[in-house]
């Protein structure tokens, strides 16, 4: 049986002429490509500014250093999200503060993040696991009534909506992307921020080009913050170009391939879905399910390759381990995200919950 991956991104199915239009230039670096980059995902999203950055890692640690955040100062962090989060707070010198997450939403609990915040606390960093908002509707009121920063880590929610309008990543003060292999589109690295704030977009600006304060004609620019180099560069942008432009496309395939496994699955007792939102774009399906690495095995052997959730933050050695948190260890066992590839087929679709609900009924 020919192997299904997990997720495989879709770039070899564009005519992209922007790569040889760029080749021919003889100008590689971040340049005019970039640009068109950002202002297709200012369209895209409804967004005044989006600065594109290496990574999307990159994206949360300008953000945070754009917020003023350093050593000393508190940054939360939910359990449950991929460790990147957590180690762009690292970067910054701040602490990063884990807090417990909803087993409903596997965002924030909101109970715990009252208890973990303190006069230090400078932002919220909200993850959108899978595209999905959970319950950031409550945490940014709360945020905003407290008057604390909040970032949203949308890395894996390029394209999904909170209402029926408004894109995730733009509702807080600044909204971080990722275009790893794994999302929705993808130059392999690669990541942007998106921000209201001219004033904000401008301190991003600098910092991920070495502080660069003043620019002359090279040698004599001013530097006058402290920074690094986060740049993007204009070879990705002419890969990720063509498919910025077609993302309504892959939204679609992605809402497919979920409405299937909820419609296919729905009468498998032993798995349960979190609640659907028809404005959310989930680009992986996730399931909360029953004796999971016991199914993520049985489907591996029949080569369809699905990925455990990860590991929560507070189980790492270079985390801060006082925290007891039941919630994050329940979600890290039980869920699993199923092959979610972009151009899965509706045979493969079939076979992968034929072998679900196979698995099911012989360990009754
Ligand atoms: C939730 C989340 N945050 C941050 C990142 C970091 O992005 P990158 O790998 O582009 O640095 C990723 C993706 O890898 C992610 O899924």
């Known amino acids: 049986m020919k192997k299904i991956n997990w997720y495989v991104p879709k770039i070899n199915n564009y005519n992209n002429n922007y790569l040889n239009e760029l080749i021919k230039t003889n100008f590689i670096s971040e340049g005019k490509m970039t640009s068109r980059c950002e202002k297709a995902l ?81 932002a919220i960093i909200f ?5 999905r908002s959970g319950n950031f509707k409550n945490v940014l009121s709360f945020a905003k009534q407290k008057k604390i920063k909040v970032i949203e880590d949308a890395a894996e929610a390029l394209g999904s909506k909170f209402d029926s309008k408004r894109k995730l990543g733009t509702l807080g003060d600044i909204g971080c992307f990722s275009f790893t292999p794994t999302k929705i589109i993808t130059s392999a690295q690669g990541g942007a921020v998106v921000t209201r704030s001219r004033a904000i977009a401008k301190i991003i600006r600098s910092i991920k080009d070495q502080g660069r304060t003043k620019k002359k004609i090279g040698g004599d620019d001013t530097h006058d913050l402290f920074g690094g180099n986060f740049k993007y560069n204009d070879i990705l942008a002419s890969i ?68 455990k959730i990860w590991r929560p933050l507070s189980s790492f050695k270079h985390v801060q381990n006082n925290y007891k948190m039941r919630k994050s260890y329940f979600i890290s066992n039980k869920v699993l995200w199923l092959p979610s590839s972009l151009d899965l087929t509706s045979k493969e679709l079939k076979r992968i919950c034929s072998q679900i609900k196979k698995f099911y009924q012989s360990t009754i």
């Open 240 to 307: 990720l170009l063509p498919q910025i432009y077609s993302l309504e496309k892959l939204i679609l395939k992605a809402k497919k391939n979920n409405n299937f496994y909820r419609e296919n699955l729905k009468n498998i007792k032993e798995i349960k879905f979190y609640k659907k939102f028809e404005n959310e774009v989930c680009i992986w399906t996730e399931i909360i399910c029953k004796r999971r690495d016991h199914l993520f095995n049985f489907l591996l052997k029949k080569n369809i390759k699905c990925r």
């Open 42 to 122: 200012s369209k895209f999203l409804g967004a005044k500014n989006v600065i594109m950055t290496s990574s999307g890692t990159s994206a949360i640690y300008l953000a945070l250093r754009s917020l003023g955040i350093k050593a000393n100062d508190e940054v939360i962090v939910p359990n449950i999200t991929y460790v990147a989060t957590l180690n762009a707070v690292k970067l910054t010198g701040a602490k990063p503060k884990i807090v417990e997450v909803n087993t409903l939403t596997s965002t924030v609990e909101l109970d715990d993040l009252k208890k973990k915040i303190n006069k230090k606390t400078k």
């Open 127 to 131: 993850v959108h696991i899978s595209g």
